[in-house]
Structures are given as C-alpha cells and as structure tokens.
C-alpha cells in the first residue's frame, strides 16, 4: 500500500493537513506519537484563536480538529512514534514502531518540545515537583508555592492558570522586562497571588521526596538566594522534533525545518507546517495555516510529478 500523503504528528498542522488532504480525496495517514492535539491540547484555553469570543478550550478544540479530519477519511494512527524518514526510487519510506509505511509526498509537523534547564536537580526531580505543563499538573499544587521560569507568553499564561490552585506563584526570569504579550503581561501584573523576581536565573532544586528548595542566581549582583519551593514549572522555550530527519533534510542551526514559500523542504516531496519549521511565530492560527498550505503544495506536487 502506497499512500499518497503521510502526515508525522497531530497537533493542529497536521491535523489540518490531514483535513484539507482527506478532503482533496488524497489517500492520507496520520502518524502520531502519543495522542492526537499537540501541546495546543495542553492548553487550558485558547484565547487567540479567531471565531471562538470566549476562548476554547485546547484539548476541545484539537478534538474537533481530529474528528473533522477523520469526517474526510483521513486514516489516524495514535501511539505511532517516527524513527527515521528514508528515499527510496520515486517513494519516500516512514519507519515507525517496527513498521514501515510508504509515501508519495510526506508532510513533517512533529511540533516541538519543552527546552529543559539542564541544572542540577531538574531531571532527578522532573515528575515530582518538577513540571513542563500546568495544565496537567497544577491541580497537585493546591495551596503550595510555586516557581515558575521563563517571561515569555508560556510562562506569564501558565503562572495566571497557576493561580488557581497555589497559594503563591513566583516568577523567575532573566531580564527585568517580560517577553509576553501586553494584554498577559497586564494580567500576572495585577495578580495579588503572582511576585517576580528579577534578572535571576533557576541555578539547583533540591529536596527529598520532592521538591523542596530552589536556589536563584542574581546576575546583577552575582548572589544566590535560597527559596522555600513545592513545585517548579519550566517555561523557556522549545526545541523542534526533527531526530528522525537530521540527516535527510537541512535544519537551521536550531534544528528547525528550512522551507521555501510553497513550505516544501530540502527534498523533494516531503513538505513542513507547524511549529517543527523555521517560522517566526508559534501559534496554532499559524500551524492551521500552514497545514493547508503544506497540504495544498503536496496535492500539486502530485499533479505535476506522479
Ligand atoms: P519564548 O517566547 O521563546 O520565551 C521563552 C522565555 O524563556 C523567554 O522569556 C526567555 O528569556 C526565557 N529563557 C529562554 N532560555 C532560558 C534559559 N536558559 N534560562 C532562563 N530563561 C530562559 O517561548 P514560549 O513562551 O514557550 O513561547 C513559544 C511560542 O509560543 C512563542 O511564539 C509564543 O508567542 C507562543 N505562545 C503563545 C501563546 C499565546 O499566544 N497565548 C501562549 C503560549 C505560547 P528572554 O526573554 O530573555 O529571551
């Protein structure tokens, strides 16, 4: 079985390229490596998106995503985890979970990940105290203190969804201006349960069971001061899922997806969307529009060379 398009990753790239292949009546497969959403499935709410006034919900509105992409008989396989992408005579071969499956145009939108601190206690105490996603994990947090690292949307969005539950929320961030958005930054600024802490970097969390202590660095003045902490969540950026394509396709030197303007990569055939490309934007408006454009590009490539 050749399929006419394969899609690496559900988030909403390729979910939306596997709305607008299905539709086109191409022969299409999703390949997913845990569950259909991305991390937009991770988000409580989801403000920005246009035609819903009140926010959705992010795991509500990637299950409308997946549901109208299966509507127009995109075959979806969850669970399926990518291990390399290989060119063989006119197809292109995806091995994944000692399987191979093969295609005439392949559209990577395998997302991106969490960028870890690498400080010293980060992995010994990642899942026990330690997180990368409030929305799964604050809810354990109700009335402690938490930490929270980074300035940008991530993190100013996750330390107000924080509130909720802990008693306090500390910010943590670099510079002593935020990289989030206005409107957030407004936010977190009139919340009485969020403080910062400025021009200070995450430098050890320690514990025993679970996390118990951080120690900040102040960069202007070169201390450390020492605070009592339940939980530390980490936002500070992320780094794109493209392993299984290091060798086969030119990355830039953060290993994001080089595309040219139809957003085909290196090769021939084998398209990107999302936040895996080199874009200046992540968001899911974003990611929904390139997967239609990567999906629209891969149907002409058909047309023109197969
Ligand atoms: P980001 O915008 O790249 O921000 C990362 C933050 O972490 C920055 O404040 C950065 O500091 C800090 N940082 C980076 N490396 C660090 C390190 N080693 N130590 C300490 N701090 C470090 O990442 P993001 O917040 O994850 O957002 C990613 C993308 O998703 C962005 O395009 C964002 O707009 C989008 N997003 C949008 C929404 C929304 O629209 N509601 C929500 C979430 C994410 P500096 O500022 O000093 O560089």
Redesign the pocket.
């Known amino acids: 079985m050749v399929y006419e398009i394969i899609i690496i990753g559900g988030g909403p790239a390729g979910l939306t390229a596997a709305i607008y292949a299905g539709r086109a009546r191409l022969k299409t497969l999703l390949l997913e490596k845990g569950l259909p959403g991305g991390r937009a499935a991770t988000?409580e709410i989801?403000?920005?998106y246009s035609g819903f006034p009140s926010g959705i919900g992010g795991p509500e509105l990637m299950q409308r995503m997946e549901e109208q992409a299966r509507n127009f008989g995109a075959e979806i396989k969850t669970l399926c985890e990518v291990s390399s992408v290989t060119l063989k005579e006119d197809y292109k071969i995806v091995a994944a979970n000692n399987q191979e499956y093969s295609a005439k145009t392949i559209i990577l939108a395998s997302g991106a990940q969490?960028?870890r601190?690498n400080i010293p206690g980060e992995k010994e105490f990642t899942g026990r105290g330690i997180s990368y996603c409030a929305t799964c994990d604050g809810a354990f947090f109700k009335d402690k203190k938490v930490l929270v690292?980074?300035?940008?949307?991530?993190?100013v969005?996750e330390a107000l969804f924080l509130t909720r539950f802990a008693k306090s929320v500390t910010i943590v961030?670099?510079?002593d201006t935020?990289?989030?958005?206005k409107i957030?930054e407004e936010r977190v600024r009139k919340n009485p349960k969020i403080n910062f802490v400025w021009n200070s970097?995450?430098a050890k969390i320690s514990g025993d069971s679970s996390v118990k202590e951080v120690i900040l660095y102040n960069k202007l003045n070169n201390k450390e001061i020492s605070l009592e902490i339940d939980g530390v969540f980490i936002?500070?950026?992320?780094k794109p899922n493209t392993d299984f394509v290091k060798d086969l396709i030119n990355l830039d030197s953060k290993s994001y997806i080089l595309t040219d303007e139809k957003l085909q990569t290196s090769i021939e055939g084998i398209f990107a969307a999302g936040d895996v490309r080199h874009n200046k934007?992540?968001?899911v408006a974003v990611a929904v529009g390139e997967g239609s454009i990567a999906a629209i590009s891969a149907q002409k490539f058909l047309e023109e060379h197969l």
Not at 178 to 181: I, K
């Open positions: 988000t989801i403000e920005n969490a960028t601190l690292v980074g300035g940008g949307d991530a993190a969005e961030h670099r510079r935020l990289r989030a958005a957030l970097e995450l936002y500070i950026g992320s934007l992540k968001q």
